[in-house]
Nanobody
Framework: QVQLVESGGGLVQAGGSLRLSCAASIRLFNIYTMHWYRQAPGNQREFVAS???????NYADSVKGRFTISRDNAKNTVYLQMNSLKPDDTAVYFC????????????WGQGTQVTVSS
């Protein structure tokens, strides 16, 4: 059974940092494109960052230069380093795994809350 488990969320002051982790129990994790999304109250879920099997990364404009996505295939884990956090970054952050081969192999974690106080 596929599971994605996020951790590392919490309460931080504006300007601070957090590092989110997503541990994935996925066969052939190394081929999956991994994403981070977030959803603030009353808002739709939005893309934050992604990393491909080859290590190519992509970021939402709102987090470029502040957030860094990385992966450790030996640990089946993807990370999101978040620096210079702003109150607007407050949201539930979700990990997503997408197979590049089978579109139906798309999985979500349960989310972790990030709250940034001003």
């Amino acid at each position: 059974q596929v599971q994605l488990v996020e951790s590392g969320g919490g309460l931080v002051q504006a300007g601070g940092s957090l590092r989110l982790s997503c541990a994935a129990s996925i066969r052939l994790f190394n081929i999956y494109t991994m994403h981070w999304y977030r959803q603030a109250p009353g808002n739709q879920r939005e893309f934050v960052a992604s990393i491909t099997r080859d290590g190519n990364t992509n970021y939402a404009d709102s987090v470029k230069g502040r957030f860094t996505i990385s992966r450790d295939n030996a640990k089946n884990t993807v990370y999101l380093q978040m620096n210079s956090l702003k109150p607007d970054d407050t949201a539930v952050y979700f990990c997503n795994a997408q197979s590049p081969v089978r579109p139906q192999d798309n999985y979500w974690g349960q989310g972790t809350q990030v709250t940034v106080s001003s």
